[in-house]
Protein backbone atom coordinates (compact mmCIF):
# COMPACT_ATOMS: atom_id res chain seq x y z
CA UNK A 1 0.00 0.00 0.00
CA UNK A 2 1.26 3.20 -0.92
CA UNK A 3 0.76 6.46 0.91
CA UNK A 4 0.28 9.98 -0.92
CA UNK A 5 2.60 12.97 0.12
CA UNK A 6 2.54 16.78 -1.88
CA UNK A 7 5.53 18.07 -2.69
CA UNK A 8 6.16 21.71 -2.37
CA UNK A 9 6.22 22.22 -5.86
CA UNK A 10 2.44 20.51 -6.51
CA UNK A 11 3.85 17.14 -7.98
CA UNK A 12 2.92 13.98 -5.79
CA UNK A 13 6.14 12.42 -3.91
CA UNK A 14 7.11 9.73 -6.06
CA UNK A 15 6.19 6.27 -3.91
CA UNK A 16 9.94 4.37 -2.64
CA UNK A 17 11.06 2.03 -5.38
CA UNK A 18 11.31 -0.19 -2.75
CA UNK A 19 13.96 -3.87 -3.04
CA UNK A 20 11.26 -5.66 -5.57
CA UNK A 21 12.44 -4.20 -9.49
CA UNK A 22 9.43 -5.93 -11.14
CA UNK A 23 10.72 -4.98 -14.76
CA UNK A 24 13.56 -5.13 -16.09
CA UNK A 25 15.82 -5.83 -18.74
CA UNK A 26 19.23 -7.37 -17.51
CA UNK A 27 20.01 -10.10 -19.30
CA UNK A 28 22.72 -9.83 -21.54
CA UNK A 29 22.33 -10.75 -25.42
CA UNK A 30 18.47 -11.00 -25.54
CA UNK A 31 16.61 -8.17 -26.40
CA UNK A 32 17.22 -4.29 -26.20
CA UNK A 33 18.93 -4.27 -23.09
CA UNK A 34 22.35 -4.82 -22.35
CA UNK A 35 24.67 -6.23 -25.40
CA UNK A 36 27.34 -7.90 -22.88
CA UNK A 37 27.63 -9.00 -19.51
CA UNK A 38 30.18 -6.22 -18.68
CA UNK A 39 26.58 -3.81 -19.07
CA UNK A 40 24.13 -6.06 -17.73
CA UNK A 41 26.35 -6.29 -14.29
CA UNK A 42 26.25 -2.32 -14.51
CA UNK A 43 22.92 -2.40 -14.37
CA UNK A 44 22.87 -4.76 -11.27
CA UNK A 45 25.33 -2.46 -9.06
CA UNK A 46 22.87 0.72 -10.16
CA UNK A 47 19.60 -1.56 -8.68
CA UNK A 48 21.36 -2.56 -5.80
CA UNK A 49 22.75 1.08 -4.90
CA UNK A 50 18.97 2.26 -5.46
CA UNK A 51 18.16 -0.46 -2.58
CA UNK A 52 16.36 -3.19 -5.05
CA UNK A 53 17.64 -6.44 -4.24
CA UNK A 54 15.64 -8.72 -6.32
CA UNK A 55 14.55 -7.70 -9.52
CA UNK A 56 12.59 -9.58 -12.39
CA UNK A 57 14.52 -10.09 -15.52
CA UNK A 58 11.44 -9.27 -18.46
CA UNK A 59 13.65 -9.60 -21.33
CA UNK A 60 11.02 -8.78 -24.23
CA UNK A 61 9.24 -11.84 -26.12
CA UNK A 62 7.96 -10.58 -29.36
CA UNK A 63 7.49 -13.13 -32.44
CA UNK A 64 9.23 -11.21 -35.26
CA UNK A 65 11.98 -9.24 -33.09
CA UNK A 66 12.66 -11.37 -30.00
CA UNK A 67 11.42 -14.79 -30.40
CA UNK A 68 12.97 -15.46 -26.91
CA UNK A 69 11.57 -19.21 -25.78
CA UNK A 70 11.24 -20.12 -22.14
CA UNK A 71 14.12 -22.42 -22.36
CA UNK A 72 16.37 -19.46 -23.94
CA UNK A 73 15.68 -17.09 -20.78
CA UNK A 74 15.81 -20.17 -17.77
CA UNK A 75 19.45 -20.41 -19.51
CA UNK A 76 20.34 -16.79 -19.31
CA UNK A 77 19.04 -16.23 -15.68
CA UNK A 78 21.41 -18.78 -14.66
CA UNK A 79 23.67 -17.49 -16.09
CA UNK A 80 23.21 -13.97 -14.70
CA UNK A 81 23.12 -15.55 -10.84
CA UNK A 82 26.16 -16.94 -11.66
CA UNK A 83 28.13 -14.28 -13.24
CA UNK A 84 26.28 -12.18 -9.93
CA UNK A 85 27.46 -14.84 -7.30
CA UNK A 86 31.20 -14.53 -9.03
CA UNK A 87 31.24 -10.64 -8.78
CA UNK A 88 29.95 -10.88 -5.28
CA UNK A 89 26.81 -8.72 -5.86
CA UNK A 90 23.56 -9.55 -3.97
CA UNK A 91 21.13 -8.95 -6.33
CA UNK A 92 18.49 -11.73 -6.42
CA UNK A 93 17.04 -12.36 -10.12
CA UNK A 94 13.61 -13.73 -10.91
CA UNK A 95 12.91 -15.39 -14.23
CA UNK A 96 10.11 -12.93 -16.09
CA UNK A 97 9.41 -12.18 -19.55
CA UNK A 98 7.56 -8.95 -20.89
CA UNK A 99 4.86 -10.90 -23.61
CA UNK A 100 3.95 -8.45 -26.18
CA UNK A 101 0.21 -8.15 -26.51
CA UNK A 102 -0.01 -10.55 -29.64
CA UNK A 103 -1.58 -13.59 -31.25
CA UNK A 104 1.82 -15.95 -30.36
CA UNK A 105 0.83 -14.98 -26.55
CA UNK A 106 -2.24 -16.28 -26.62
CA UNK A 107 -0.56 -19.58 -28.03
CA UNK A 108 1.28 -19.53 -25.16
CA UNK A 109 -1.18 -19.03 -22.82
CA UNK A 110 -2.83 -22.22 -23.92
CA UNK A 111 0.09 -24.44 -23.65
CA UNK A 112 1.23 -22.85 -20.42
CA UNK A 113 4.55 -22.07 -21.53
CA UNK A 114 4.85 -18.45 -19.94
CA UNK A 115 7.28 -17.34 -17.01
CA UNK A 116 5.22 -15.97 -14.15
CA UNK A 117 6.71 -14.48 -11.07
CA UNK A 118 5.10 -14.40 -7.13
CA UNK A 119 2.46 -15.80 -5.55
CA UNK A 120 -0.22 -14.31 -7.53
CA UNK A 121 1.60 -15.65 -10.51
CA UNK A 122 1.96 -12.29 -12.44
CA UNK A 123 2.64 -12.36 -16.19
CA UNK A 124 4.06 -9.03 -17.34
CA UNK A 125 3.19 -7.97 -20.55
CA UNK A 126 2.60 -5.00 -22.76
CA UNK A 127 0.78 -3.38 -25.44
CA UNK A 128 1.30 -1.31 -28.60
CA UNK A 129 1.98 2.12 -27.21
CA UNK A 130 -1.06 3.81 -29.99
CA UNK A 131 -4.09 1.82 -30.13
CA UNK A 132 -5.24 -1.09 -28.00
CA UNK A 133 -4.77 -4.18 -29.86
CA UNK A 134 -8.14 -6.45 -30.43
CA UNK A 135 -6.61 -9.25 -28.09
CA UNK A 136 -5.89 -7.48 -25.18
CA UNK A 137 -9.24 -8.69 -23.45
CA UNK A 138 -8.67 -12.43 -24.92
CA UNK A 139 -5.10 -12.35 -23.73
CA UNK A 140 -6.56 -11.08 -19.85
CA UNK A 141 -9.57 -13.20 -19.84
CA UNK A 142 -7.38 -16.55 -21.37
CA UNK A 143 -4.67 -15.29 -18.62
CA UNK A 144 -7.06 -15.19 -16.28
CA UNK A 145 -8.98 -18.69 -16.66
CA UNK A 146 -5.71 -20.09 -16.77
CA UNK A 147 -4.85 -19.12 -13.12
CA UNK A 148 -2.40 -16.18 -13.87
CA UNK A 149 -3.01 -12.71 -13.15
CA UNK A 150 -2.52 -10.54 -15.80
CA UNK A 151 -0.04 -7.75 -15.37
CA UNK A 152 -0.02 -4.67 -17.76
CA UNK A 153 3.69 -3.34 -17.79
CA UNK A 154 4.34 0.65 -17.84
CA UNK A 155 0.60 1.88 -18.23
CA UNK A 156 1.72 5.13 -17.70
CA UNK A 157 2.96 4.90 -21.21
CA UNK A 158 0.06 4.01 -23.33
CA UNK A 159 -1.51 6.61 -25.27
CA UNK A 160 -5.29 5.14 -25.72
CA UNK A 161 -5.20 4.59 -21.81
CA UNK A 162 -3.73 8.13 -21.25
CA UNK A 163 -7.16 9.55 -22.54
CA UNK A 164 -9.48 7.58 -21.82
CA UNK A 165 -9.16 6.41 -18.25
CA UNK A 166 -12.80 4.99 -18.29
CA UNK A 167 -11.06 1.98 -20.27
CA UNK A 168 -8.35 1.91 -17.58
CA UNK A 169 -11.39 1.16 -14.82
CA UNK A 170 -12.53 -1.16 -17.44
CA UNK A 171 -9.55 -2.88 -17.39
CA UNK A 172 -9.26 -3.27 -13.76
CA UNK A 173 -12.48 -4.60 -13.42
CA UNK A 174 -11.24 -7.00 -15.99
CA UNK A 175 -8.79 -7.75 -13.24
CA UNK A 176 -5.66 -6.06 -14.90
CA UNK A 177 -2.87 -5.25 -12.72
CA UNK A 178 -0.55 -2.30 -13.51
CA UNK A 179 3.01 -1.96 -13.40
CA UNK A 180 4.57 1.29 -13.96
CA UNK A 181 8.00 2.27 -14.31
CA UNK A 182 9.64 4.21 -11.28
CA UNK A 183 11.39 6.93 -13.68
CA UNK A 184 7.66 8.27 -15.01
CA UNK A 185 7.09 9.68 -11.88
CA UNK A 186 10.26 12.04 -11.78
CA UNK A 187 8.59 13.48 -15.45
CA UNK A 188 7.41 17.18 -15.43
CA UNK A 189 3.73 18.09 -14.89
CA UNK A 190 4.10 18.60 -19.13
CA UNK A 191 4.66 15.11 -19.37
CA UNK A 192 1.38 12.85 -20.30
CA UNK A 193 3.53 10.17 -19.16
CA UNK A 194 4.05 11.72 -16.01
CA UNK A 195 0.75 12.88 -15.70
CA UNK A 196 -0.65 9.36 -16.06
CA UNK A 197 1.65 7.89 -13.59
CA UNK A 198 0.81 10.27 -10.76
CA UNK A 199 -3.05 9.96 -11.76
CA UNK A 200 -2.76 6.12 -11.20
CA UNK A 201 -1.08 6.37 -8.07
CA UNK A 202 -3.58 8.46 -7.05
CA UNK A 203 -6.27 6.20 -7.61
CA UNK A 204 -4.63 3.46 -6.41
CA UNK A 205 -3.74 1.52 -9.69
CA UNK A 206 -0.41 0.90 -9.22
CA UNK A 207 0.39 -2.17 -8.08
CA UNK A 208 4.09 -2.71 -8.88
CA UNK A 209 6.44 -0.53 -9.66
CA UNK A 210 9.80 -1.67 -11.83
CA UNK A 211 12.70 0.57 -13.96
CA UNK A 212 12.15 -0.68 -17.08
CA UNK A 213 16.18 -0.40 -17.04
CA UNK A 214 17.61 -1.13 -20.30
CA UNK A 215 21.37 0.34 -19.82
CA UNK A 216 23.13 1.46 -16.82
CA UNK A 217 23.06 4.99 -18.33
CA UNK A 218 19.75 6.78 -18.58
CA UNK A 219 21.24 8.37 -21.95
CA UNK A 220 21.40 5.07 -23.96
CA UNK A 221 17.99 3.44 -23.20
CA UNK A 222 16.79 2.63 -26.65
CA UNK A 223 13.85 4.62 -28.42
CA UNK A 224 10.61 3.07 -28.10
CA UNK A 225 9.54 3.51 -31.36
CA UNK A 226 12.85 1.64 -32.53
CA UNK A 227 11.43 -1.23 -31.99
CA UNK A 228 9.30 -2.90 -34.95
CA UNK A 229 6.38 -3.95 -33.93
CA UNK A 230 4.39 -7.09 -35.50
CA UNK A 231 0.82 -6.96 -36.35
CA UNK A 232 -0.96 -7.34 -33.19
CA UNK A 233 -4.30 -7.97 -34.58
CA UNK A 234 -5.73 -11.55 -34.30
CA UNK A 235 -5.81 -13.81 -36.76
CA UNK A 236 -8.79 -14.62 -39.04
FE1 LIG B 1 10.39 -3.36 -20.75
Known sequence: MFSLLIRRDGLIEPPPIGEL??????????DDGPPNEREALAIARLLLAMGVRTAVATPHVISDVYPNSTEV???????????LRESGLALEIIAGA?????????????????????????????????CQPMVLEEIVFNLRSAGYTPLLA????????????????????LGVCFQVNHPSFHLPKTSRRGEMARWLYTRGFVDLLGTDMHRAS???????????????????
Do not use: W
Open 21 to 30: DAHCHLLPGL
Open 73 to 83: ILEAVSRMRRL
Open 98 to 130: EYYAENDLLDLIARDDLLAFGSEKYVLFESPVE
Open 154 to 173: HVERYRYLQTDHDLVEHLRQ
Open 218 to 236: PLIQPSRGSLKRPDSRRRP
